[in-house]
């Protein structure tokens, strides 16, 4: 079983940058891949970044160019830099660990999230 713990969440102005954290407990860190996804008030879930075990990076077109995922095998992290944040980015951020066998189980583990409030 994999736990998951967010930090770094905050109340910003428009501009500013944040960097956002999370923990992994349990074991197999490495074989996952990592994410960070949104979700907004109102507003589907959203993927923002994923970072696949290969080191492979995907970002949503919105922010790309000021988000940078990173992950920390050694250290069962994986870290979201946040620049010119933007008001539209204001929603709670989630961390996932997913990773789906070759006979097709998927396991699909969430943090609780942490919030991130960009004001104008």
């Known amino acids: 079983q994999v736990q998951l713990v967010e930090s770094g969440g905050d109340l910003v102005q428009t501009g500013e940058s944040l960097r956002l954290s999370c923990k992994a407990s349990?074991?197999?860190?490495?074989?996952?891949?990592v994410g960070w996804f949104r979700q907004a008030p109102g507003k589907q879930r959203e993927m923002v970044a994923i970072?696949?075990?290969?080191?492979?990076?995907n970002y949503a077109d919105s922010v790309k160019g000021r988000f940078t995922i990173s992950r920390d095998n050694g250290e069962g992290t994986v870290d979201l830099r946040m620049n010119s944040l933007k008001p539209e980015d204001t929603a709670v951020y989630l961390c996932?660990?997913?990773?789906?066998?070759?006979?097709?189980?998927?396991?699909?583990?969430w943090g609780q999230g942490t919030q991130v409030t960009v004001s104008s």
């Open positions: 996932n660990l997913n990773f789906r066998t070759v006979g097709g189980k998927e396991y699909d583990y």
């Open positions: 349990g074991r197999g860190f490495g074989g996952y891949r």
């Open positions: 970072m696949t075990t290969d080191g492979t990076k």
